[in-house]
Antibody
Framework: EVQLVESGGGLVQPGGSLKLSCAVS????????MHWVRQASGKGLEWLGR??????????AYAESVIGRFTISRDDSKNTTYLHMNNLKTEDTAVYYC?????????????WGQGTLVTVSS | DIVMTQSPDSLAVSLGERATMNCKSS????????????LAWYRQRPGQPPEPLIY???TRKSGVPDRFSGSGSGTDFTLTISRLQAEDVAVYYC?????????FGQGTKVEIK
């Protein structure tokens, strides 16, 4: 069974930093790209970025809204990906999901975690 | 960035009836190399993460009921639910994965009339 489990969410002050983790089981993590998507309460989905696998040089790509503030990394030995968030703003308050195509040939994100809530407030 | 625009924002359909929603991209998401449209549809039920329904504009994911169908090419796409069931009450999102940043439409909310 495929599982993606996010952790690390919580309350942080504006300007602060937070690191989210996403632990993966059930597919070959090292061969899969990993994505982060967020959703503010009552709003739509916003793709934040992705990190590709080692054969693809761990290439990253980001949404314009988070460039320079958010960084995605991964530790293949721990089957975990991370979202490092700096200079947080109130508008970053959202549920943060990690997702992945896994071993699917579709190319889209077949697998999603349940999300972790980040609240940016003073 | 490719902008995805969905219509309508919401629709109410009777159980067993057809629901149709549209998605338009600001530029083509068709690849001449793969001859594939890089367009996906997701369903998000209340309180749940999104679940994939369709990829390549028209290919149903394994396990997705055949009442869901996708069509379109280039910049204009449609998701049809042929016979609405109660469990289809959700918000439906289209997403392009043709190029980064991947982008979602704003969603279409489907309710029971």
């Amino acid at each position: 069974e495929v599982q993606l489990v996010e952790s690390g969410g919580g309350l942080v002050q504006p300007g602060g930093s937070l690191k989210l983790s996403c632990a993966v089981s059930g597919f070959t993590f090292s061969g899969s790209s990993m994505h982060w998507v967020r959703q503010a309460s009552g709003k739509g989905l916003e793709w934040l970025g992705r990190i590709r696998s080692k054969p693809n040089n761990y290439a990253t790509a980001y949404a314009e809204s988070v460039i320079g503030r958010f960084t995605i990394s991964r530790d293949d030995s721990k089957n975990t990906t991370y979202l490092h968030m700096n200079n947080l703003k109130t508008e970053d308050t959202a549920v943060y999901y990690c997702s992945s195509p896994g071993y699917s040939i579709s190319g889209i994100n077949d697998y999603w975690g349940q999300g972790t809530l980040v609240t940016v407030s003073s | 960035d490719i902008v995805m625009t969905q219509s309508p924002d919401s629709l109410a359909v009777s159980l067993g009836e057809r629901a149709t929603m549209n998605c338009k991209s600001s530029q083509s998401v068709f690849s001449v190399y793969s001859t594939e449209n890089y367009l996906a549809w997701y369903r998000q039920r209340p309180g749940q993460p999104p679940e994939p329904l369709i990829y390549g504009a028209s290919t149903r994911k394994s396990g997705v009921p055949d009442r869901f169908s996708g069509s379109g090419s280039g910049t204009d796409f449609t998701l049809t639910i042929s016979r609405l069931q109660a469990e289809d009450v959700a918000v439906y999102y289209c997403q392009q994965y043709y190029t980064t940043p991947w982008t979602f439409g704003q969603g279409t909310k489907v309710e029971i009339k």
